[in-house]
């Protein structure tokens, strides 16, 4: 590995860059999406390649897909003569991810862009098993949620009826430089075994299940299946009350 450039300058904090400096927590994340060794891994948004030296030691391959240009040149420089690591410039959300099946997915996220980056990782296959982000704390504990509770919704449901989620580490502002305003948390997205049937449809019954979280099912369902909606068990229940297993049913039942 040769020398990093000196990295001083004042780098866009719109693009989410804080940079994680616990050793500590960058190996519990590279061995929450690796193991004890896999046989390649994608990086979202590397930064200064604080968690990409500690996944370059799990992985015999490591794509990286950075935005920030001058980020860019930084890696390719610290990183020189490394092969098995291929450092892209570009917009995750403009990358095609599926071109390095199979793989993990690993990152500490730039917050600004968390759902839809979760969204990408769910729209992809069972090429790709396993994805541990360092999200925002809050949006951790979406992804966590159980019925019930306020945080309980959309993203849960989406991300739950897909994958089992579990909670790697929470993480404190003062771990990052510049720390940033909130609490942070990894989260490892372990892939279920076989997808639900007709899944863009039953998304669509879940967007419309909580389209006003406060209104009952029936009120939220009415729209689409009419007076179907008053005659199911659920009817006087809120969207947010409903488990997983529940949705599948009620979407297979309304559907038939
Ligand atoms: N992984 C590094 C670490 O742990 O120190 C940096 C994490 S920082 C929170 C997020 C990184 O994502 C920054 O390097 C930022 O430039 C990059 N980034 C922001 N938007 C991006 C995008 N749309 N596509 C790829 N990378 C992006």
Redesign the pocket.
């Known amino acids: 590995m040769s020398q990093a450039l000196p990295l001083n300058l004042e780098?866009p904090r719109k693009?989410?860059?804080?940079?994680?400096?616990r050793d500590a927590i960058?190996n519990q994340l590279a061995v929450a999406a690796c193991g004890r060794h896999t046989q390649r891994v994608v990086?979202?948004?590397?930064?200064?390649?604080?968690?990409?030296r500690h996944l370059l030691v799990l992985t015999d391959e490591l794509h990286v897909?950075?935005?920030?240009l001058r980020?860019v040149r930084h890696l390719e420089t610290k990183f020189a003569g490394i092969e098995k690591l291929h450092v892209h410039s570009?917009?995750?959300?403009d990358?095609d991810l599926s071109q390095w099946g199979p793989a993990a997915i690993a990152?500490?996220?730039?917050?600004?862009?968390t759902s839809p980056i979760v969204e990408k990782f769910l729209s992809l296959d069972a090429r790709f098993p396993i994805a541990v982000f360092?999200v925002q704390l809050e949006v951790a504990e979406r992804l966590l949620a159980t019925p019930g509770t306020r945080d309980y919704g959309y993203l849960t449901v989406a991300t739950q009826l897909l994958c089992d989620v579990q909670l790697v580490c929470r993480v404190p502002p003062n771990a990052?430089v510049p720390p940033p305003k909130v609490g942070s948390a990894g989260v490892r997205l372990q892939r279920k075994a076989s997808p639900p049937e007709n899944l863009s449809e039953l998304l669509r019954f879940v967007s419309r299940s909580f389209a006003h979280k406060r209104k009952t099912l029936r009120n939220n369902l009415r729209p689409f299946y009419g007076e179907r909606a008053d005659s199911i068990p659920e009817a006087g229940l809120r969207a947010e009350q409903l488990n997983i297993d529940q949705f599948v049913r009620l979407h297979a039942s309304l559907s038939s």
């Open positions: 780098l693009l989410g860059q804080h940079f994680l400096v960058l990086e979202i948004g590397p930064g200064k390649g604080a968690l990409t897909i950075e935005l920030d980020l570009g917009d995750v959300l990358t990152g500490n996220v730039p917050y600004y862009i360092l990052f």
